[in-house]
């Protein structure tokens, strides 16, 4: 019987030629790609955050309604993207929509993935099981679940490739015209993305110089310069309208600059130890089970065989991409570094699709059913239904706030999620929000035009001395609120617990009501529960650690008006909420980019310490609260 010209081979290494007709692609593979589409996409909404989540997602749910500026890069064409999506799809809030676009995102990668492995003539069994480990890999699966930029910008590589591979195959003016459309478009979505020229580059003309053909990448270049400048027009664009959140300002070609080179961040680049830089690579490879399972013995056995067999254009494109992608993400020294691991958890799973092709029919049909082993795996960390650990820590902030008040925010995470309650759901428009770790002219320009009733000095040389300056110049006309209970050191003025704040009064002895109203306010305090720190994400136990904080201080100051049987019942609380497990995990992430705590805070030993003090003794309770000298 003939062979069909469209159909493609299983289990065989065709060599890469344009003119190879195996390579089309039949109407089963789009529809597979729009089943696995829907299925992925299905889990993905089960398990979708329901509401803002914490740093950077509550930053672009924000952004995103209000046609703002993301911090450096700016990202305009997922913001762009975004908001329009938000705005069409009009299901849930905007927070739960603008993770639902993640989710699309998602979804819209395994399709493409595999697109692309069909296209490279990978059977369809080793194609599905490498699509279904990619989605249910920890940080894809949970990057799908939230308001972050890291799906879309797979989606973006996914198709670029293709496109690529496309135009390899069959080289003409409209493979060709789509190559620089999607090149383009991935240039335009953040420039971290250069890493990733060359080896699309290589892909592109891996097939073409098997036939002498004359290169022209001239195309393709200059679709992706065009389009890069069109998309990056967004950021002065909405800087003029002075959105809420408006990072780095990009209005004049200074800041523009800086905004769009992510010059900010040039400080974490190679900015630790070669020992941390090797540990996180190792991180990396350690986890490879758990991101790509059963694929990720696959992967070194295509590579290997792919390149023997005829393949090495293609194969030198995929490595280079992985090998470039891991070089920065160990080089990069931030605690959630991995996530720019994910583009080679991509490159990846093509070797590992190319290594599981080998396998032979009978046990090859078992592949996808292996690859369903990470889901119950993942589903108990990654599942985000339930969480709503930041929402209710945003509102407990705004709670606390006391009338007309300048509330000065530390922390991503703090800044975002209070930004989210003000702007996206109109909480609150009496309070100034201030980034206490954004302090920049451009920052404090912004600020002086938006709010001139408040007193603004210079960009501080010390961060300590402008907040004490803050203080003088406008308390008590308008109260000044800190989310860490910072020590000024000033003379009329002392810090008091408010809720999750620290507000500045006037120092005089405070009587020991005063505090009653807050102690109510911790009777109706949700702190995160055990089964949202359940992920180990870093930053959701640093909102329990800012509530730990928040009640200790409460406690202290209970204790310093005499009042010792209060100061007892919130460290019983807070002993409950396990503090020391936060801390841990926070420590053990700083100590990944070579910080660590100035020193431990311990507040439960400081509890169980002052919970042994029996009676009466004023003295000896706040001597057991003090921290260790060491």
Known sequence: ????????????????????????LVGGDWAVAVGLVCGVLGL????????????????????????????????????????????LVRVGEVAYRSNLFSAVCGALTTGGMWLFLRRLSVGWPAALAACLCLALGGTFWSLSLTAEVHTFNCLLLTFSLLAALAAAQAPSRRTFAAFGLAAGLLMGHRNLNALFVVPLAVLLQSGRRRRGERATPWLYALGALVLTGIVYLYLPLAARRAPVMNAGAPSTVRQFYEVVTAAPYFRHFASGPVSADLQRIGHFIWRLPAELGIAALAAPFGAVAWYRRGGRGPVLAIGSLTAACVTFAALYNVMDVDVYFLPAVLGLTVLA????????????????????????????????????????????????????????????????????????????????????????????????????????????????????????????????????????GLRDWTAQPRGLLSCFERRQESPRGTLAPWQAFWETVAVPRPAELASGEVHLHMIALAYASARFALAEALAQSGDLEGAREQLRALLSTDPERSELVVAEAKATIGQALSRPIAYGRRARRALEVSGSDGPAFLAALAQDPS
């Open 1 to 24: 019987m003939a062979r069909s010209k469209n159909m493609v081979p299983s289990h065989r290494w065709a060599r890469f030629r344009p003119d190879d007709a195996r390579i089309a």
């Open 44 to 87: 993905f909404v089960v398990t979708l955050c329901p509401t803002i989540y914490v740093e950077d997602a509550a930053e672009f749910s924000t952004v995103g309604w209000v046609m703002g500026v993301a911090h450096p890069p700016g990202y305009p064409l997922y913001v762009m993207l975004l908001a329009g999506f938000m705005r």
């Open 353 to 488: 699709a190319l290594g599981m092709d080998l396998v032979g029919r009978p046990l090859a049909l078992a592949l996808p059913l292996g690859a369903l082993v990470l889901l119950p795996l993942h589903f108990p960390s990654v599942n985000l239904h339930a969480v709503r650990a930041a929402e209710r820590y945003g509102m407990d902030l705004l709670r606390a706030a006391p009338p007309n008040a300048v509330m000065v925010t530390f922390g991503d995470t703090v800044r975002n999620v209070v930004h989210y309650h003000q702007a996206v759901r109109g909480e609150r428009s009496d309070l100034v929000l201030v980034g206490g770790d954004q302090l920049t002219d451009a920052y404090l320009e912004g600020l002086r035009a938006r709010f001139p009733s408040v007193r603004w000095g210079a960009q501080p040389a010390d961060r300590l001395a402008w907040l004490s300056a803050l203080v003088n110049d406008n308390a008590p006309r308008l109260p000044v609120c800190l989310t860490l209970p910072l020590n000024l």
